[in-house]
Structures are given as C-alpha cells and as structure tokens.
C-alpha cells in the first residue's frame, strides 16, 4: 500500500493521560491494545490485543475479550473479559463484559449478558440476562433473565428457564419447562383471554376459570346443589332411569334397580334386613330359606316343602285342609258348632255337671235317676213335693190299719166308716151329694134309697141301704 497511517503509539506500558488528548486513539503494540482518552481525562481500553490468538475467524471487541482462544474457532466476543478462558471452544457468540468469562471449551453456545456464565462452561445452549447462567456447565438449556439458573454449579439438559431469578427445580433436572419464580401468581395469553393464577393449589383444590378468564387453582367450594364425593346429606331425588342400577360393593355384590316392569334387589350374598345393629328382622338366604325374627330370634322359615313357625301362630280365620292337625285341645273352641259326625256314636263316659237348658222331652229311653228329679235325698220315706223337693211325710196315720185317711183340721185321721183293705172299698154312714150336678161335666145325682132305682136318667148312681 502506497500510504500507511499510523497512530500514537508505545511499547511496555499503557498510555497515560498526559500521553493522549481527548478522543485520541493510541495503540500499545507489544499486546495490540486500543486506548482512547475519555471527557473526563481517564483512558480507556477499547479493544483487546488478542495476545497469543493462533485461531481463525475470531470477533472480538472489548478489554481481555477471548484473549486466551489458541485453538477455537469461528467464535464471536463482545465486551470487555468477555471470552476470556477460551481456549479450544468453538463457534460460540459472548455479549456483555464477562460473558462466559470462564468458559474453556464450550461450544455453540449464545451468551449475551454482564457476568452471563462467568463461571461456567455449558455448551449448546443460549444463556441471556445479567448474571445469568453464572455457573452452567449443562447442555442444550435456555436460560432467560437476570439471575436466570443462577444456582450454582447446575449439570442440567434441555431445559428451559424464563424469568428474572428463575431456576429449575434442581441442579441436575432435565427435561423441565421453568416459568418465573416464586413471585410470579399468574400466568396469561391474552390472545386467549385465557390466564393461570394462584400458587396456592392443595389436595381437594379445582382449577376454576372466573369471567375474566383468569383459571386458578382454589379449594373446592362447599356446593349446596352437589353431593361431594366425600359424602354428604342428599335432600333431593336421586333419579335412575330403567335398568339403571345402583351398585353397593366392590364386585357389584348389591344391585338394585327398575327393569321398567318390577323392582330387583340382587345380592351374590345373603340380604339382611336389620331394624338395629346385628338384629335381623328378615333374612333371604342364597339359595335357601327366608327367615322372619323377633327381636333377632327367628320365629318362622320357608322350606322346601312348606313354611314352619316356632312357637304360636294366630289367625282370625283358617281355611284349607287340616287333616294332618295334631294334638288338637277342644278347650281352645270358643265360639261355633261342632258337627254330630265329629261324635262317636257312643259316648263315652263323661261328667255332666255343667251341662245346663236340657230339655227332657229328648229322652226316649233309659232311667232317669231320682237325684235328677229334685232337691234333697229320695228314699221310701220321702215323697216328691211340688216344688221339686224330696221330704219326708211330716205327720203319721191315725186311726187303725185300713182306714183311708182323710184332713182333719190339718192332720191326718181315719174312720170305721171308711176303709180299703186291698180288695173291698167299705162306706159306713150316710153318703150324701149335690142334688143336682151340671150335666156339662157328665155328673149325675147321687140318690140313696131303700127301694129299687127307677126313672132317672143314664149314668145315674143309685146307693142302695137298708134302714
């Protein structure tokens, strides 16, 4: 070249600032520096030299930036100590004063940031924002803002981490999507209408969507009109359509539904109806009886041939064959008529002594005791009175044997004139009648004479004497 330009220049030391006016350039050629004089008199290093660079297509601008790169290649620095470490790292972009000042070998990496990676070596991966990243050394991670990764020494791969102060979940998690830190309660696409709030999620905790359009998680609300799945008092109808079953039970033991015609209940166990805790009121066994109970105790039971019941079965009315009755008690018959066919033609010997309203006119034959005629103890020297009394003749006969006793004055006496001996009927005296007796009752004059009847009228009785 026909011209060279040249500008102020030194060796073995930077320039000081009685060396350079304002705005002035000067060059330190043992190391290749820039140096400017700035408004207030300082100096200022605009450029490292690349002392010790054996590399190619190296960009680098800024104090120290990739002053140790030998072997790396196609690597873009910005910023003062930006790239400072590298030495093999290759194809690699370092924006900011100490980004990835601490990266050695590091490859394909974007590192824009003040202090951005800058004690790390990551590789394959775009670390943006103050202090960002500071001590990567995983791959394939993007980590965005100020503070972003910024744990500690983190191995992590593929995964994303956006927000100021944002971290994953750990040092050596892969995999994992970050979204801000703890301070962030919402997140939103407003395209969408649609956002995500609260960090206050628990067990039994929805995801509710409110008119904004704003979801959140938040305790389930206490809903009048649902049933929890907890449980709860229902105070409504719970509906089931035709052959829609209610199931009780882990293997579908208890079905119950409408089949559209009848109601089933079915068990693949037994069913037991309790009125208390452990007392069956009825029990249908699989396969087997059905049980009735009294307070627990059963009383009755179906059968294979029948029904049976333990202890007193009563009814206001029976019907039906019974004659395989037993042990039948007649003082049980309270009421109605026992037909003459249920009686022994002859029967047997029995006490009558409560039999009362006999009506004799039914006897035809046989005796009937004299102890059944009255009152009192019959025997010959007692009589039957009118009042249905057995007594004794209150008073003795007068007079001599074969006179026919007669009242006198309320006691028995006798007479010579008046006798029966068995055979003859003697009348001693004079025997007197009514002169007239009324033909309507066929009596007839009595008429005593010493002669001959004659005249009168038929059925006249004539006594005849002597004088």
Request: net charge negative; with cysteine; aromatic share 6%.
């Amino acid at each position: 070249m026909a011209n060279t330009i040249k500008l102020k220049r030194g060796s073995g030391s930077n320039p000081g600032a009685s060396d350079l006016s304002v705005g002035e350039l000067a060059i330190r050629t043992d190391e290749g520096k820039i140096f400017t004089k700035k408004d207030d008199g300082s100096v200022a290093e605009i450029s490292g030299g690349g002392g010790g660079i054996a590399t190619s297509s190296l960009t680098s601008f800024g104090v120290d930036a990739a002053s140790s790169v030998t072997n790396g290649a196609d690597n873009v620095v910005f910023g003062a100590y930006a790239g400072d470490a590298i030495t093999t790292g290759s194809q690699n972009v370092c924006v900011g004063k100490n980004a990835g000042g601490a990266m050695v070998d590091g490859h394909w990496n974007v590192l824009i940031g003040k202090d951005c990676v800058s004690s790390g070596n990551p590789s394959g991966s775009v670390i943006i924002g103050l202090d960002a990243g500071t001590s990567s050394t995983g791959v394939n991670n993007v980590f965005i803002g100020k503070g972003t990764a910024d744990i500690g020494s983190a191995s992590n791969e593929n995964c994303l981490v956006l927000g100021a102060n944002a971290d994953p979940s750990s040092t050596t998690v892969d995999n994992e999507i970050t979204l801000g830190d703890t301070n962030i309660t919402k997140f939103r696409i407003p395209g969408l209408n649609f956002s995500i709030k609260d960090s206050t999620a628990t067990d039994n905790y929805v995801l509710t969507v409110d008119s904004n359009g704003d979801a959140g998680w938040e305790s389930a609300p206490a809903d009048s009109t649902k049933l929890p799945l907890a449980g709860g008092t229902l105070t409504g109808n719970l509906l089931f359509g035709d052959n829609v079953k209610a199931i009780f039970g882990a293997g579908s033991d208890l079905q119950i539904f409408h089949d559209g015609s009848d109601d089933r209940l079915r068990s693949t166990g037994n069913i037991l109806l309790q009125p208390a805790s452990g007392e069956n009121g009825v029990a249908v066994n699989a396969n087997g009886s059905v049980d009735l109970c009294f307070n627990g105790t059963k009383t009755a039971e179906t059968v294979s041939g029948g029904f049976t019941v333990t202890g007193t079965c009563t009814a206001t009315t029976f019907s039906g064959s019974g004659a395989s009755l037993t042990t039948l008690s007649a003082s049980n018959l309270t009421s109605g008529t026992v037909p003459d066919a249920r009686f022994p033609a002859t029967l047997p010997a029995m006490s009558g002594t409560n039999l009362t309203t006999l009506n004799a006119s039914n006897l035809s034959s046989g005796t009937v005791a004299t102890a059944r005629l009255g009152s009192g103890s019959a025997s010959s020297s007692t009589f039957l009175r009118g009042d249905g009394s057995w007594v004794s003749v209150s008073a003795s006969p007068s007079g001599s044997n074969t006179q026919i006793q007669y009242n006198s004055s309320g006691s028995f006496a006798g007479s010579s004139n008046l006798t029966f001996d068995g055979t003859n009927l003697t009348v001693g005296g004079t025997v007197s009648a009514n002169s007239a007796a009324s033909s309507a009752n066929g009596m007839r004059k009595v008429t005593s004479s010493t002669s001959s009847p004659s005249g009168g009228s038929d059925g006249d009785i004539w006594i005849k004497y002597t004088n």
